[in-house]
């Protein structure tokens, strides 16, 4: 897909500040560390569409950026900063939650996982949510470029055995700043969004 248009278009807490529920969205879910914005900017070649930050848990929004005015993209916030009070976790995980919950136009939502280490129990915990509420349960596992290709295997060993998931097929090793795996992703992304290829 030719990116025309990617831009925020809007930034929300609260279903009230959300857009319209005109276009189609994939959302990404993922700890706080694991390079959601990075995913974000490299899928549609930007550098700084989505702000991408040193300091982990500072996104504490629902950023959506429209995409060709097609589809969007969706950034929720991230979970599992454990510098962060009790009190602020459960603020995120109530907008997450508020969103996941009430978006009719909410079509799939993707789970981000670092490849390098073992999803965390919060980890599980989202994708057997995402997995009750009926979505098809699709892993970026981001990094990949920090460790050698002959490893992918066993770490993708270990992120199907920790989440459970069926089919290896659900788990796609991806690298922001080489961009590997990227045909892949929106292969899949036009799939689920129902555009052909040359769209």
Same mark, same amino acid.
């Given at each position: 897909?030719? +990116?025309?248009?990617?831009?925020?278009?809007?930034?929300?807490?609260?279903? $009230?500040?959300?857009?319209? #529920?005109?276009?189609?969205?994939?959302? *990404?879910? &993922?700890?706080?560390?694991?390079?959601?914005? =990075? *995913?974000?900017?490299?899928?549609?070649?930007?550098?700084?569409?989505?702000? #991408? =930050?040193?300091?982990? &848990?500072?996104?504490?929004?629902? $950023?959506?950026? $429209?995409?060709?005015? %097609?589809?969007?993209?969706?950034?929720?916030? /991230? !979970?599992? !900063?454990?510098?962060?009070?009790?009190?602020?976790?459960?603020?995120? /995980?109530?907008?997450?939650?508020?969103?996941?919950?009430?978006?009719?136009?909410?079509?799939?939502?993707?789970?981000?996982?670092? +490849?390098?280490?073992?999803?965390?129990? @919060?980890?599980?915990?989202?994708?057997?949510?995402?997995?009750?509420? &009926?979505?098809? &349960?699709?892993?970026?596992? #981001?990094?990949?470029?920090?460790? #050698?290709?002959?490893?992918?295997? =066993?770490?993708? %060993?270990?992120?199907?055995? %920790?989440?459970?998931?069926?089919?290896?097929?659900?788990?796609?090793? !991806? =690298?922001?700043?080489?961009?590997?795996?990227?045909?892949?992703?929106?292969?899949?992304? !036009?799939?689920?969004?129902?555009?052909?290829?040359? @769209?």
């Amino acid at each position: 897909m030719k +990116i025309i248009k990617a831009e925020l278009e809007k930034v929300a807490v609260r279903p $009230n500040q959300y857009p319209k #529920t005109d276009l189609p969205e994939i959302a *990404f879910a &993922g700890r706080s560390n694991v390079g959601k914005s =990075s *995913f974000i900017n490299s899928l549609v070649n930007r550098k700084n569409l989505a702000r #991408t =930050s040193g300091k982990p &848990g500072k996104t504490r929004t629902i $950023n959506f950026y $429209n995409i060709n005015d %097609k589809f969007r993209l969706v950034d929720l916030p /991230g !979970y599992g !900063y454990a510098q962060v009070s009790k009190e602020e976790k459960e603020k995120w /995980g109530h907008i997450i939650e508020e969103y996941l919950n009430t978006r009719e136009n909410l079509v799939e939502v993707v789970q981000l996982v670092d +490849i390098r280490h073992s999803p965390t129990e @919060q980890d599980l915990m989202m994708y057997n949510w995402l997995k009750t509420y &009926g979505f098809k &349960g699709l892993v970026i596992a #981001t990094k990949a470029d920090k460790i #050698t290709k002959n490893k992918y295997p =066993s770490y993708i %060993k270990t992120i199907k055995n %920790k989440l459970e998931i069926k089919d290896n097929n659900l788990i796609i090793p !991806y =690298s922001s700043p080489k961009k590997l795996n990227i045909d892949k992703v929106w292969s899949e992304f !036009y799939k689920i969004l129902g555009i052909k290829k040359e @769209q």
